[in-house]
């Protein structure tokens, strides 16, 4: 007889017999998963809530990455649509920029030169820069390639760069100032400085200097090289702001699938990665997404003007102790790194209203860099409103080599506030009214007080907030010393 099956069925029935053996109450458990619905997956509609809500943030996270490089692409686009394009096209502001040039922060006070170079098309392009140009080349992602001037290589006595495509190989010949660029687009920002005319700053010196620099290509032989054009852009009502709806999105896009893989930092591949934007793959945002990209491009600018409005927690943005004047760079480096660590939001506050961060802007240099000190905000720590009346009182002898200026900028993108008085600015280079010690008082307001002079008044506009920026070109030491400091900006009436 065989006992297998009977011992088989008696083992059976005594585990029917036996009840459902209970989970320890008293055996560890992981936290997660109490947290996490108790061990099991979500509901579908929570799940999908969740998961959309992940990919807004990354959008979000994504549009603070991308700004540095939108905001070259959209001067770049904005130039070429109004002055055309090519390595031989350098558009020139040849009677200063005003408030007609939509642009983050412009110095009417300087000669502008700006253009934009495709080293995918050239190859690598040589540019010969003037002497004491205040320039610099940068990557579309604005990380300097290398300063132009004082601060340069050249040392204000003008020269010939050569600048590199990314992926290039070849042979570098000599003599050049020989840099490769991280990006095969590459900004060229010049600015020349005014001479001193009758009463007033003289621009013929500076654009006599600009029209000096020349552009071509390393391999080309001389009879194939375009010859230079110097478009006037003043006067011209031109946009060069980056994109505020669906098409920032297409337009990075457009710029990942140009580039090489390297050319986009890997924390922005990162961030681009989990909104679907990856090199040389479908952008196919789902109807949903495409609503989350359209409030993160709505909703981004206004986080990081409400981190303006309210300030950093450890005041590093502060210039002084007892004065309401920022530093954009927060006291960093001009990449933005804070104690070694990028600090993006910091970089971002400064490219929603402002373009082009170099060393020479950052570093102490005696007599050959610039600083920007500006304020927000009053004496009394109030914001700056455009119908009231403010005076700005500014010790004798501010510590600038080269000149100093003091420019009026709408708060939300750092252009100039539009009236009739096209250039809210004033400069050194001006006859204006000194008191008994040799110091200067500017005001400012949407009317000009009585018996101030035309030079000595910035117009601004009544129910819009604006900003100060203070500009020294040639900082000397008495500004790093802090032996001269800019007094704060009064308000005068309302």
């Known amino acids: 007889m065989n006992k297998k099956p009977i011992a088989s069925l008696i083992i059976a029935c005594l585990f029917a017999s036996s009840p459902v053996m209970a989970q320890d109450s008293s055996a560890p458990q992981s936290p997660l998963i109490k947290q996490l619905n108790n061990g099991n997956w979500l509901p579908a509609d929570e799940a999908q809530n969740l998961s959309n809500d992940l990919y807004y943030q990354d959008a979000i996270q994504a549009y603070i990455a991308s700004l540095p490089l939108l905001n070259t692409i959209g001067l770049r686009d904005g130039s070429e649509a109004a002055f055309g394009s090519g390595y031989n096209v350098l558009p020139i502001w040849k009677e200063r920029m005003d408030s007609r040039a939509v642009v983050p922060t412009p110095n009417g006070d300087v000669i502008y030169s700006m253009s934009y170079l495709d080293l995918k098309k050239t190859g690598p392009l040589v540019i010969k820069a003037p002497a004491n140009v205040i320039g610099m080349f940068t990557d579309f992602f604005q990380k300097t390639i290398t300063d132009v001037g004082a601060i340069g290589p050249d040392r204000a006595r003008g020269g010939l760069y050569l600048l590199l495509p990314p992926d290039y190989d070849g042979p570098v010949p000599q003599g050049y100032f020989t840099f490769k660029s ?16 009758d009463g007033k700053p003289d621009p013929t010196p500076a654009v006599k200097n600009a029209e000096t620099t020349r552009i071509y290509p390393l391999w080309d032989v001389e009879k194939d090289v375009k010859p230079m054009q110097f478009p006037d852009a003043s006067g011209k009502r031109v946009t060069m702001m980056y994109p505020v709806d669906d098409e920032f999105w297409t337009k990075l896009k457009t710029f990942v699938d140009y580039e090489p893989l390297t050319a986009i930092p890997e924390d922005t591949r990162s961030a681009l990665l989990s909104i679907g934007i990856v090199k040389g793959k479908p952008f196919a945002p789902t109807d949903k997404q495409k609503e989350l990209l359209k409030q993160a491009v709505e909703t981004a600018p206004k986080m990081i003007l409400a981190r303006r409005q309210l300030g950093r927690d450890d005041n590093r943005q502060l210039y002084y102790k007892d004065r309401q004047y920022e530093n954009s760079w927060a006291g960093a480096t001009a990449e933005w790194m804070q104690y070694g660590t990028l600090d993006k939001n910091q970089r971002a506050a400064f490219f929603q209203i402002a373009y082009s961060s170099a060393a020479a802007m950052v570093m102490h240099t005696t007599g050959a860099g610039s600083k920007y000190p500006y304020t927000t905000k009053d ?50 280079y001006y ?25 000595a008044f910035i117009k601004t506009l009544a129910g819009r907030n604006f900003l100060v920026a203070l500009r020294l070109y040639g900082t000397e030491d008495a500004f790093y010393d802090q032996t001269w400091i800019p007094d704060d900006v009064v308000q005068v009436t309302k």
């Open 182 to 197: 991280s990006t095969y687009n590459v900004f060229l920002f010049f600015r020349t400085v005014m001479g001193k005319g």
């Open 379 to 428: 004496k009394e720590g109030k914001f700056l409103d455009g119908g009231n009346t403010y005076k700005l009182h500014l010790p004798p002898n501010p510590p600038a080599s080269l000149f100093w200026a003091v420019t009026a900028y709408n708060i939300t993108d750092g252009t100039m506030p539009e009236t009739d008085q096209l250039l809210p600015s004033t400069n050194g």
């Open 431 to 455: 006859d204006l009214p000194k008191n008994p010690d040799g110091s200067i008082d500017i005001w400012f307001g949407p009317n000009k007080p009585e018996g101030v002079s035309d030079n």
